[in-house]
């Protein structure tokens, strides 16, 4: 006897979805998978990581801000943008230390260069923009060492582009489904978000005849992180559900609610500090709850089987056509 | 180096003379009777902690359920509704002669497949744990395996969601990551690791890739010469999304089956184009900048 093909009706692998009735007749899905069990392992980070996602994208857009606007002569908004920068980058480190495992290790970061690793790169970048951040706020707000402030503020606003950008990369960079197929949107997702958020938060502390370029620069990075969610999630199809169910889908409805009212106030206010605030604020939480969307999303999409599956058996069998 | 050109850490790079050839697993599951010695031995030699109070899983005889910090060797065990194949017998003159006999006959009917397999890590050519780790702590042995060194981990957790095949993980009450590390130390000694060294059927067996992998292909011809059409080799060739594997199975059902991924992809294999989505984006944030600072102050 030759092996045999199962029995026409008959389960032909164990986990073999079909349904949410066990022997249904209508299949939900066709993929075989091992009890349901998940392929990948969930991230083991913890809230600090899409909390450091926000404060070092909001620190690394600010920081070109805070070097523009001192350049078109700007000061009271290139002070605001600096302080925002210099605060946001005091926030990420230690949220990213008290994310290891290992905390007193933080520093083994800086034993390899290595740009395989988003980790690796961003650890470096880190490193450079910290000191040049703080040292640049803390020279502008005290009026101390002006002359070396401003190199730092230079530096700062150099590194900061990239500091809100590696992030979206640094996720893309794994097996996640719904972070690595989304590898070419996920920068421009995190770039919008922090410039919604830099732009709010210079916002709220500059006097409202300095801060029309930061409201400027709120709306234009709404308009960037909402447009490139659209891209991302029509691209992913079937393996973007997770931003619509779930915890991850929550957070992804306040993000796009925030950041469209957010930055419509914040649009029509103008010179009218209540409603630039409101907008402002409605800004940094939807810039916050993006970040928590796609954090979340990585678990939920890790979590299921099928999103390994599916799309691979789909490659297998079109590659044998 | 430019960003298209990233290396795969090679095989023998860095260790000049000392380089061995490159070692590994071929797990047979088709001899595989799921006595679990290898999970066993694997934690006894390993010292690898419990993980946590047993468990009734349901799913058959898997009670250990995954792979992770604390499981090394991890043996799946698959119930399929489909006749169990017995090669080279024919069963309806088996049944005639036994009827004439006066004696019960084995029948083909609907019956129960059972299918069991010994999972590890798979030390990938292209491993994305090694590759996304930050700190250097996952290197490349002189066997080619993939190690964890765990007086550098800081527990970073990178490595985790990267592998594509769900194999390392981080021991919370710990905080470092671990995997196997095909036995380190018995291979410097010249020894076979622990869970070969413990299989009953030598369903696991280890040895020089090269050596592995015509032992493989002889014992699939041999299935398929046998009418086991389902057999095949899993991620035995070089020309997959992991460049090859240091540990590969032969497996009777799809990989998925077993809680494989069916073609595995190392996400840094993408990476330059990640790092080209991440530059483009940065120059959206300095063209975002400019723009508004442009509009004049109000």
Known sequence: ?321 | MTLTDLPTPTFGGGYDGEARPRMGFFTDTSICIGCKACEVACKEWNLVPEDGPLRISGNSYDNTLALGANTWRHVAFIEQDRPVQVPDVDLAAAAAAAAGAGTTAPQAREGLRWLMSSDVCKHCTSAASLEVCPTGALFRTEFGTVVVQQDICNGCGYCVPACPFGVIERREEDGRVFKCTLCYDRLKDGMEPACAHACPTKSIQFGPLEELRERADAKLEKLHEAGFDDARLYLRDEANGIGGAGAFFLLLDEPEVYGFPPDPVSTTRDVPGVWRAAAVAAGVVVAAVAAAVAGGRR
Request: aromatic fraction near 6%; glycine fraction near 12%; charged fraction near 15%.
């Open chain 1, 1 to 321: 006897m030759t092996p045999s093909q199962p029995p026409a009706g008959a389960a032909s692998g164990n986990g073999r979805r079909r349904g949410r009735v066990r022997g249904s007749m209508v299949p939900e899905a066709e993929f075989r998978s091992y009890y349901g069990r998940p392929i990948l392992k969930e991230p083991a980070w913890t809230l600090e990581v899409p909390w450091y996602f926000f404060a070092g994208g909001l620190a690394g857009a600010s920081a070109p801000l805070a070097v523009a606007a001192r350049v078109t002569g700007n000061q009271r908004l290139a002070s605001s943008a600096l302080t925002v920068a210099g605060a946001g980058i005091a926030a990420s480190v230690p949220l990213l230390v008290s994310d290891l495992g290992r905390p007193e290790r933080f520093h083994h970061m800086l034993r390899v260069f290595k740009p395989t690793s988003p980790m690796s790169m961003g650890s470096w970048a880190l490193a450079a923009m910290g000191p040049a951040a703080v040292g640049a706020a803390v020279s502008d707000r005290l009026g101390i060492l002006p002359g070396l402030g401003r190199v730092a503020e230079v530096i700062s606003g150099v590194i900061g582009p990239s500091l809100c950008t590696y992030t979206g990369a640094l996720v893309a960079n794994t097996a996640v489904p719904v972070w690595h197929e989304a590898r070419r949107e996920l920068p421009l997702v995190f770039a919008g978000s922090a410039l919604a958020s830099a732009g709010a938060a210079s916002t709220l502390l500059t006097p409202a005849a300095d801060a029309g370029p930061a409201r400027r620069l709120a709306v234009t990075g709404a308009v960037v992180e909402l447009a490139a969610g659209q891209v991302m999630e029509r691209r992913l199809g079937e393996l973007g559900e997770p931003y619509h169910q779930g915890v991850a889908g929550r957070y992804a409805r306040l993000a796009k609610g925030c950041t469209a009212t957010g930055a419509a106030a914040i649009g029509l206010a103008g010179r009218r500090r209540p409603l630039a605030i409101a907008g402002a604020g409605l800004l940094l939480a939807g810039s916050a709850f993006e970040r928590l969307a796609v954090y979340k999303a990585g678990f939920q999409s890790a979590r299921d089987p099928k999103y390994v599956v599916k799309p691979q058996r789909e490659r297998i069998d079109a590659a044998n056509r």
